[in-house]
């Protein structure tokens, strides 16, 4: 577990104090995502020996398939900002599929271009400011690399459970969305915004 080089922030304090105290249920509260993950990572085109980031990566429930589909000649680095959510994939067992950084996502350890792909997973309605985040993350990808936002329930049934509702200016929705993106250096390719599920693949941009 590699130790984060920077200073906090108060958005980094506000994301911690939410996910620190979920993080040891967090597997159990989701316990039938397992397929839903798996068939979202199928879609970002991964092949044998690439590397990929999962950002946000919380417990690493993604890593397991993320390793199937890169194989053990590719790489799979993992990156959340909470210590807690690291710790639990640890304990998770998720080592055993990926290298796990205590690193935020908006200033990555990472060399420019050095990665094929990114993963993540409920990881932008949670960045504030989050074309900053998607920026670095651009930077990371080498160009025409691919980028996953997904998350295992729709946008609207997520509202429900959070007990919000579903406002027009989430940046989840397509023409935000697609706006946001092309303003950080990746081009909107598909969008399934369905009711049991959300994900937007993009490509980084050449
Ligand atoms: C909704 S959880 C999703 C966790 C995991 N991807 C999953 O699907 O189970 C969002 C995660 O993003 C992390 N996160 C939020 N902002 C972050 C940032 N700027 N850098 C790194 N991780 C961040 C949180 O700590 C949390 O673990």
């Given at each position: 577990m590699e130790p984060m080089p920077h200073e906090t922030s108060d958005e980094t304090a506000r994301v911690r104090e939410f996910f620190s105290v979920r993080a040891a249920r967090w597997d159990a509260r989701f316990p039938d995502d397992g397929p839903a993950y798996e068939a979202a990572v199928g879609e970002l085109g991964l092949r044998e020996g690439d590397s990929v980031l999962d950002a946000?990566?919380?417990?690493?429930?993604?890593l397991p398939p993320l390793r199937a589909a890169v194989g053990r000649r590719g790489t799979v680095l993992a990156a959340d900002v909470t210590p807690e959510m690291i710790a639990e994939a640890v304990r998770a067992g998720r080592l055993a599929s990926g290298r796990l950084l205590l690193a935020d996502v908006r200033r990555l350890p990472l060399r420019t271009a050095s990665l094929d792909a990114v993963f993540a997973a409920g990881l932008v309605s949670h960045l504030g400011g989050p074309e900053a985040g998607l920026r670095e993350l651009a930077r990371v990808v080498r160009p025409g690399g691919a980028l996953a936002l997904f998350h295992p329930v729709g946008r609207a049934a997520l509202a429900e459970r959070q007990g919000r509702v579903l406002s027009?200016?989430?940046?989840?929705a397509g023409p935000n969305l697609r706006t946001l993106l092309a303003g950080s250096g990746w081009r909107l390719t598909?969008?399934?915004?369905g009711e049991d599920r959300y994900l937007a693949l993009a490509a980084r941009a050449e």
């Open positions: 946000g990566c919380g417990t690493g429930r993604a027009p200016d989430d940046v989840r598909s969008l399934d915004d």
